[in-house]
C-alpha cells in the first residue's frame, strides 16, 4: 500500500512539474483507447455476419465514451475558470495593497521631508541612499548630488556617544551651517529592509540649538550660584571675625569689669552689656551654622560620648536662664540606655541646647524637660524636649522649620530671633538620620521629639564608667514639692529604682503623713517657705533616714545654714542622677557634704576658672587688637600667669626665639590668626621648623582667632597648632585649658 501511493505521489509531482507531457500522455492514452475499441468492434464486424445489435452497442460505447470525455473536459474547464477567478481577485487584492503601499510611501515621505528633523539613510560604507528635504536644505546641496556620495557635515564640536542596549547610538554634534553654529542631537542605528538583504544606518537628527544653549545658562548660573555661594561664605567668614574681634573685647571687659566692686546700677549696666554681646554671639553662630550648612559643607564626626554627661551638662547649662525666669528645668535618661555611644555630641548638643533654649523663650510658667530613651527600632535613641509654654497653632507647626520663619509677626516682635534655629537644628538631624516631630497645643506647651542613630561604644578606649544603679526596692521615699516638671521626673527615675515613691505637693500634709511609716528618705524642694522647709525637717528627724533639701544655685547661701542644721545633705538643681543616688545611699556616719555641694560658688568672681594654685604660666600672646590684647593681659594675670604681648607676627617669632635662646622659654604661645605683616599660620610655621632645626623641646600653641569655620581650624592644625581658642573667648574653657597645661608640667617636673 505504502509503495502505490508513494508510486501515485510521484506521477502527481511529476505531473505538476511537467504539465505538457502530463496533457500528451493522457491525450494519447484515451485517442488509443477509443481507436482500438473502434478499431476492434469494426474488425470483428467484418469477420462475421453482420449484426445490428452489436453495432449499436459500439456505437453507444463510442457515444458514451464520447460524452464521458466532453463531461469531463466540462469540469476542468470549470475547475479553470474558478482557478482564474481567484488569481484575478488575488490580483486584484496586490493592486491595491500596491496602491496602499505606495500611498504610505508617500506619507511616510512627506512626512520626512515635512518635520524639522535630518533625515538619512546611509550604506555600511557610508554611501547616502536617501536624505529628506530638511538635510538638503542645512547641507546647502540638491538631493541628486548627495545620494550616492558619502557627504558629512562639518563637525565644530563632538559630544560624548552613548550606546544602548539594541546597539542605537545617541551623541551631539556642534555643526557649521550658513546661518552659524548649531547643535544637533542624533539617534542612529541600523535597519534591514529586508531578510537577506546589508543593513542600513538609519541616521536622525534634531535641532536641539536652543536646549544646549539652556543648559549653557543653567551651568554659567549654577557656576555663578556656587561662586556667590563661596563669595558668601568668605563674606561671611570675614564679617564674623571683624564683629567677634570687637565682640571678644566687649564680652570679655564687661565680665572683667562684673568682677569688680560695683555699685547695684552699674552691675545691672554691665550685665546688660554682657547679655547683649552673648545674644549678638548667638546669632553669629546661627548664621555661620546656617551658611554651612546651605553650602552642604557640614560635616558629623563619629567619636566616643557619655550620653548622660552630655544631656545633665545641658541641662546645667541652661538652668540660669530658666532659673532667671523662675521656670524648672530637668533632665531625665532612661537606665536603659548604654552610657558610652558613638555618634557626633557637639552638633547634639547644638540641637538640644536649640531646642531647649526656645523652649525656655517661649515659656512664662511652669518648666523645660529634656527626656532621653531608647527608640522602638534597636541602635535608636529618643529625644524629647518638653515645655509648658504658649504653645504653637496648627497651621504654624509647619511653617516654624523653614528658614527666617516664626509662628507670627506677633511672636517674632515679642520674643525676637532669626527663625534659623529650627531650620538649622532639623537639618542637622536629617544629616544624623533622623527627623524633628512637634506636638503642641496652643497655651498648653510642645513636645519636640527626634529619634537618630546611636551605637553602643563597645571598644576600650575613653569610657565613662556608669554609676550603680540603686536598689531602692520596697523603700519607702517623700517627696515634697510642687507639680512641676522636674518633682515628676525625680519620682519616675525613683519608681525605676524599686522605691515606694509618695508625692505630695503641700507642706502641711507631708508633716502630717510623716508618723504612719518609716521613711527612708524624705526630698524637700526649697521653693516652699523657709518657716514650712524647717518645720517639716525637724518633724521628719524621727521618722527619716534621709533628710534632703533641693535647692537651686541662687539659693545657695540661704538654705546651706538651714540644711546643715535640719538635713543631713542638699542637692542642687537641676539633679544628677548620680548625685541622688549617691545622696540616698551614703551611710549617715560619712560627710554629709553633697556631691553638688563641692561646685564652687556660682557668685564666686573665680568661680569654675581654674586659679592656677601651682606656679604660673609664661604666656606669649600674639595679638594687634588693643583692646583684646589688654582683655587677655588682665585675663591670664588674673589667673596667676606671666604674660607678654606681640603684636605681629614677626615680633612673635622673634620674641619666642629670644627666650628660646635665653633659656627661659615661654610655656604657652596663644596665637592670634589673622596679624599684620606675618599672620598666625606663618608665625606657626616659623617656630616649628625652628624647633625641627634646632631640636628644641615643641611648644603648645593655641590658635586664638574669631573665624570658627572648619577650613580656618583645619589650617591651624595643618600649621602644626595645638589646639583652637576661638573669640569671644570663653573664660571657663580658657582656664580649663590652662589648668590642664599646668598640672601637666607639675607632672613632668
Keep these: 500500500m505504502g509503495r502505490v501511493f508513494r508510486i501515485k505521489a510521484r506521477l502527481r509531482r511529476f505531473a505538476r512539474r511537467h504539465p505538457r507531457?502530463?496533457?500528451?500522455?493522457r491525450s494519447t492514452i484515451l485517442f488509443s483507447a477509443a481507436f482500438g475499441g473502434a478499431y476492434g468492434f469494426i474488425s470483428g464486424s467484418r469477420t462475421g455476419a453482420y449484426d445490428p445489435n452489436a453495432f449499436a452497442i459500439g456505437a453507444s460505447f463510442l457515444f458514451a465514451l464520447a460524452c464521458v470525455g466532453l463531461a469531463m473536459t466540462s469540469m476542468r474547464l470549470r475547475w479553470v475558470r474558478k482557478k482564474l477567478r481567484a488569481v484575478v481577485l488575488h490580483n486584484e487584492a496586490l493592486v491595491d495593497r500596491n496602491w496602499e503601499l505606495k500611498e504610505a510611501e508617500e506619507r511616510a515621505r512627506s512626512l520626512f521631508e515635512s518635520q524639522g528633523d535630518l533625515v538619512v539613510l546611509r550604506q555600511t560604507d557610508g554611501t547616502i541612499r536617501f536624505v529628506n528635504d530638511a538635510f538638503c536644505t542645512l547641507a546647502q546641496q540638491p538631493r541628486a548630488a548627495l545620494v550616492g556620495s558619502r557627504f558629512t557635515l562639518p563637525v565644530i564640536e563632538q559630544g560624548e556617544i552613548l550606546t544602548d542596549a539594541n546597539g542605537t547610538r545617541t551623541h551631539d554634534q556642534k555643526i557649521a551651517t550658513p546661518t552659524g553654529a548649531r547643535w544637533i542631537s542624533w539617534r542612529e542605528g541600523i535597519v534591514r529592509p529586508d531578510a537577506g538583504q546589508p543593513g542600513e544606518l538609519q541616521c536622525v537628527g534634531r535641532d536641539v540649538t536652543d536646549r544646549a544653549e539652556t543648559q549653557r545658562a543653567l551651568r554659567e548660573a549654577r557656576d555663578h550660584a556656587d561662586a556667590?555661594?563661596?563669595?558668601?561664605?568668605r563674606f561671611l567668614a570675614m564679617v564674623s571675625h571683624e564683629i567677634r574681634t570687637p565682640l571678644n573685647g566687649i564680652i570679655g571687659m564687661s565680665g572683667l569689669l562684673l568682677d569688680t566692686a560695683l555699685t547695684p546700677e552699674q552691675a545691672t549696666y554691665a550685665k546688660a552689656v554682657q547679655t547683649s554681646g552673648d545674644a549678638l554671639l548667638s546669632l553669629i553662630e546661627e548664621l555661620l551654622d546656617y551658611s554651612k550648612i546651605e553650602a552642604g559643607k557640614i560635616d558629623l564626626e563619629q567619636r566616643p560620648f557619655a550620653l548622660p554627661r552630655l544631656i545633665e551638662d545641658i541641662t546645667e547649662l541652661l538652668a540660669p536662664r530658666a532659673q532667671a525666669r523662675q521656670l524648672e528645668i530637668a533632665a531625665y535618661v532612661d537606665e536603659r540606655l548604654p552610657v558610652d555611644v558613638i555618634g557626633d555630641a557637639a552638633r547634639l548638643r547644638q540641637v538640644l541646647l536649640n531646642l531647649a533654649g526656645n523652649a525656655i523663650k517661649f515659656t512664662s510658667t511652669g518648666g523645660v524637660a529634656l527626656i532621653v530613651e531608647p527608640a522602638s527600632e534597636p541602635g535608636h535613641v529618643t529625644f524629647l524636649v518638653r515645655d509648658t509654654g504658649i504653645g504653637i497653632a496648627p497651621e504654624a507647626q509647619a511653617r516654624i522649620f523653614?528658614?527666617?520663619?516664626?509662628?507670627?509677626?506677633?511672636?517674632?516682635?515679642?520674643?525676637?530671633?532669626t527663625g534659623l534655629g529650627l531650620s538649622i537644628s532639623q537639618r542637622i538631624v536629617r544629616r544624623m538620620g533622623g527627623h524633628i516631630t512637634l506636638e503642641s497645643i496652643v497655651g498648653k506647651g510642645s513636645t519636640f521629639e527626634f529619634t537618630i542613630p546611636l551605637t553602643p561604644n563597645g571598644g576600650d578606649g575613653d569610657r565613662q564608667k556608669p554609676f550603680s544603679i540603686p536598689d531602692l526596692t520596697d523603700r519607702s521615699i517623700m517627696l515634697v514639692a510642687p507639680q512641676t516638671i522636674e518633682s515628676s521626673l525625680i519620682a519616675q527615675r525613683l519608681q525605676r529604682w524599686g522605691a515606694q515613691t509618695c508625692s505630695l505637693s503641700d507642706v502641711t500634709a507631708a508633716t502630717a503623713l510623716l508618723p504612719e511609716r518609716s521613711w527612708h528618705a524624705i526630698l524637700v524642694d526649697g521653693s516652699f517657705d523657709k518657716i514650712d522647709v524647717t518645720t517639716l525637717a525637724t518633724a521628719a528627724s524621727a521618722h527619716a533616714t534621709h533628710r534632703i533639701v533641693m535647692f537651686t544655685p541662687a539659693m545657695r547661701q540661704e538654705y546651706r545654714d538651714i540644711a546643715a542644721e535640719h538635713f543631713t545633705g542638699y542637692l542642687v538643681k537641676p539633679l544628677r542622677a548620680i548625685s541622688l543616688?549617691?545622696?540616698?545611699?551614703?551611710?549617715?556616719?560619712?560627710?554629709?557634704?553633697?556631691t553638688d555641694s563641692q561646685i564652687p560658688d556660682p557668685e564666686s568672681p573665680h568661680h569654675s576658672r581654674g586659679q592656677a594654685t601651682r606656679?604660673?604660666?609664661?604666656?606669649l600672646v600674639a595679638e594687634d587688637n588693643e583692646?583684646?590684647?589688654?582683655?587677655?593681659?588682665?585675663l591670664l594675670t588674673r589667673l596667676g600667669h606671666q604674660v607678654v604681648v606681640a603684636t605681629n607676627g614677626n615680633t612673635t617669632v622673634e620674641s619666642w626665639i629670644a627666650a628660646k635662646a635665653a633659656e627661659t622659654p615661654y610655656d604657652l604661645v596663644l596665637m592670634d590668626v589673622q596679624m599684620p605683616e606675618l599672620n598666625g599660620i606663618e608665625a606657626t610655621i616659623r617656630i616649628r621648623a625652628y624647633e625641627t632645626r634646632q631640636g628644641a623641646m615643641r611648644t603648645r600653641i593655641l590658635a586664638l582667632t574669631a573665624n570658627a569655620l572648619a577650613d580656618d581650624r583645619d589650617a591651624c592644625f595643618a600649621a602644626g597648632m595645638d589646639g583652637f581658642l576661638i573669640k569671644p573667648l570663653d573664660r571657663d574653657k580658657l582656664a580649663e585649658a590652662l589648668a590642664?597645661?599646668?598640672a601637666s608640667r607639675h607632672l613632668a617636673a
Design 581 to 594: 543616688a549617691t545622696r540616698l545611699t551614703t551611710p549617715l556616719h560619712s560627710s554629709t557634704d553633697d
Design 402 to 417: 523653614r528658614e527666617f520663619e516664626q509662628a507670627d509677626e506677633r511672636i517674632a516682635q515679642n520674643y525676637g530671633g
Design 21 to 25: 507531457i502530463n496533457f500528451i500522455i
Design 627 to 634: 583692646i583684646n590684647a589688654l582683655l587677655m593681659r588682665s
Design 615 to 619: 606656679r604660673g604660666l609664661s604666656i
Design 740 to 742: 590642664g597645661l599646668v
Design 228 to 233: 556667590a555661594s563661596r563669595a558668601k561664605s
